[in-house]
């Protein structure tokens, strides 16, 4: 199957950032959210990054003016109908994103591949909502998407291989990086991210280290770029919580159980970068 138009659904840190990636490897882009306002946040945001890129002389101007030229903000999903692959990026809710699969199968072409960014969710009962469970993939991105290269593909048992090789040639075509996983939840990288986040917010809230002293530790300690911490409030401590739910309720393993602390900074409204606060505070 040749790719030629991708339709984007959610246009949130991840939805704006995949739709960018399309757009900028060539790809005519349709990209539609839930709230017509969000959409504009998110489309101003990429139209900033990528300005900024041509301040930094990453990008020429030409160059930005032919990604945006193929960037569009659709009213709704009923714009899709020519899409040969359609992500989804909503949040991280599965009766939402059920809904929105069954909704996917009925608009896009009957041979148009679906594919979800879920974190952790079940890609085989997205798949069964859609009505053509072969043509229905996991391609994750990682935050910011649009500077990691890793995407996990992620195949059901109802994925067929022409639906596998399509979604790999997509991910190469973009310049990702590619590790294949079964569905289940967490996939690799958050089914082992998840329970060491969870283990720093503990040892916060116990007073064992401060925020920046925990975040310190694993930086310098374990050379990673970004603290577990400063991770959390990237991923959105809201999300953090959605993804945790659904490994929690699969394995009932307590190290997937959303700390009280975590639970706590959520409904004061903190939820990381994106509202300004989190563990951390950002301007
Ligand atoms: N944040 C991360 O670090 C990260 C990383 C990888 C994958 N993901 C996954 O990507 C998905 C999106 O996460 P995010 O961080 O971008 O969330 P976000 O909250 O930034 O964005 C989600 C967007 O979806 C929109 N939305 C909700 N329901 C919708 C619907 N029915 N139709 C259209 N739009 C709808 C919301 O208005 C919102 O703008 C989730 O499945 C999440 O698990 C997140």
Partial sequence: ?????????????????IAQICAAHGY??????????????????IRRRLSRDVERRRLSRERLDRILSRLHGASSMEEFTNSDLVIEAVIEDLP????????????????????????????????ASSGRPEQVIGIHFFNPPTVL???????????????????????????RLTVRVKDSPGFIVNRLLVPFIFDSIQMLDGGIATAEDIDQACKVGLNHALGPLATADLVGLDTMIHISEAMFEEYGEPRFKAPTMLRR???????????????????
């Fill in 1 to 17: 199957m040749t790719i030629q138009e991708v339709g984007v659904v959610g246009c949130g840190i991840m939805g704006a950032g």
């Fill in 149 to 175: 290269p890793l995407v996990e593909v992620i195949s059901s048992e109802s994925t067929s291989q022409e639906t596998i090789d399509s979604a790999m040639s997509f991910c190469d075509s973009i310049d």
């Fill in 265 to 283: 900074l959520v409904s004061l409204g903190h939820l990381g970068r994106k509202s300004g606060r989190g563990f951390f505070e950002y301007n």
């Fill in 96 to 127: 939402v994103k059920k809904d929105l699969f069954e909704k996917l199968g009925q608009i896009c072409k009957a041979d148009s591949i679906l594919a979800s960014n879920t974190s952790s969710l079940s890609l085989s009962e997205m798949a």
């Fill in 28 to 45: 005519r882009v349709r990209v539609t959210e839930e709230d017509p306002e969000q959409l504009e946040k998110g489309l101003s945001r």
